[in-house]
């Protein structure tokens, strides 16, 4: 049963408008979550955090939202660029070793942006 | 530069046969990971260690080997009981267990079963 759950597979935005990609999350435990952002044929790379004791977090043109009544997150980006196009990833942990620290990933959506 | 290599990037097996991908990290995490990509799958977690000499089994371990003989080295080895090897494999590392900070992927090994 997945644990982090990014529904849409895609998403389609106009270059300078808003993006936003949502991830649903089960698991009360969880208390980190990032978002990723992945290039064909490249390795992941890191975008945005969140701690569990805070609902937002902003970086740049990037801002992350986590709403843990609902157990939800989103990642907005403003403005979109078409360098923005890629595949991102949602990803949460717990806290503590073992097997609770590992990062437990949703299945990512692919945004394009187009000019 | 700190960060993690994996080699090669693009490898080519024939059925029956092992195959071992590299992963080197030197940021001086305790903590590495591989994971598996498939299209439309995310990632999928094969083994983790959080400590050299002690690895365990992630989500989908079966059919792979893992050795962690020393903090910088995880080579992975995808066996011939892997019933569908062909994929992207990533590897991570992080300090382990202490929440708030991130992984570490390299640049990926597609593997291709000929």
């Known amino acids: 049963d997945q644990q982090v759950k990014q529904n849409s597979p895609s998403l389609s935005v106009q270059e300078g408008r808003i993006s936003i990609l949502n991830c649903d999350y089960t698991?009360?435990?969880?208390?980190?979550f990032l978002w990723y952002k992945k290039y064909p044929a490249e390795g992941p790379t890191f975008l945005i955090s969140i701690s569990s004791i805070k609902d937002k977090n902003e970086d740049g043109r990037f801002t992350v939202f986590l709403n843990k009544s609902a157990k939800h997150l989103s990642l907005h980006i403003v403005p979109s660029q078409p360098g923005d196009s890629a595949v991102y990833f949602c990803a949460a942990r717990g806290w503590g070793g073992g097997s609770q620290g590992n990062l437990i990933f949703g299945k990512g959506t692919k945004l394009s942006v187009k000019p | 530069d700190g960060g993690i290599t994996q080699s090669p990037k693009y490898l080519f097996r024939k059925e029956g046969q092992n195959v071992t991908l590299s992963c080197e990290q030197n940021?001086?995490?305790?903590?590495m990971y591989w994971y598996r990509q498939d299209p439309g799958q995310g990632l999928r977690l094969i083994y983790y260690s959080q400590i050299v000499n002690d690895f365990q089994k992630g989500d989908i371990a079966e059919g792979y080997s893992v050795s962690r003989e020393k903090k910088e080295s995880f080579p992975l080895t995808v066996t011939s009981a892997q019933k569908n090897p062909t994929a992207f494999y990533l590897c991570a590392s992080s300090i382990p267990g202490t929440g708030n900070t991130e992984a570490f992927f390299g640049q990926g090994t597609r593997l291709t079963v000929v």
């Open positions: 940021l001086n995490h305790d903590a």
């Open positions: 698991n009360s435990m969880f208390d980190y």
